[in-house]
Nanobody
Framework: VQLQASGGGSVQAGGSLRLSCGAS????????MGWFRQAPGKDREFVAA????????YSADSVKERFTISRDNAKGTVYLQMNSLKPEDTAVYYC?????????????????????WGQGTQVTVSS
């Protein structure tokens, strides 16, 4: 499956952005999807994941009150709605996909649980 992330940009603290990740090549609806991010000089970290059905989501504690992951299987797209952005949210955001679905969604917080990755989109939050 090929992934294409978009929607990044520069915003002021407190603002919002919505990232999109379009998938093609395989049956998107059978893939668990995730978002990760990597800030300058830091390791890539988990942000959020969503089950292939869209019926279950799992988010990092640092974003769960502000970010929402969702998907539209008909459009082959997963979204990350980011509200109340903070300067520490500045990073390159990556979408990821993997199949078959895992039994416990929290397992998707590991990078190694995903086989397919998009190219990343930059998010910059200024204070």
């Amino acid at each position: 499956v090929q992934l294409q992330a978009s929607g990044g940009g520069s915003v002021q603290a407190g603002g919002s952005l919505r990232l999109s990740c379009g998938a093609s090549g395989r049956t998107f609806s059978r893939y668990d999807m995730g978002w990760f991010r990597q800030a300058p000089g830091k390791d890539r970290e988990f942000v959020a994941a969503i089950r292939w059905t869209g019926g279950s989501v799992y988010s990092a504690d640092s974003v769960k009150e502000r970010f929402t992951i969702s998907r539209d299987n008909a459009k082959g797209t997963v979204y990350l709605q980011m509200n109340s952005l903070k300067p520490e949210d500045t990073a390159v955001y990556y979408c990821a996909a993997d199949s078959p679905p895992v039994a416990i969604l929290s397992a998707r917080r590991e990078e190694s649980s995903f086989d397919y990755w998009g190219q990343g989109t930059q998010v910059t939050v200024s204070s």
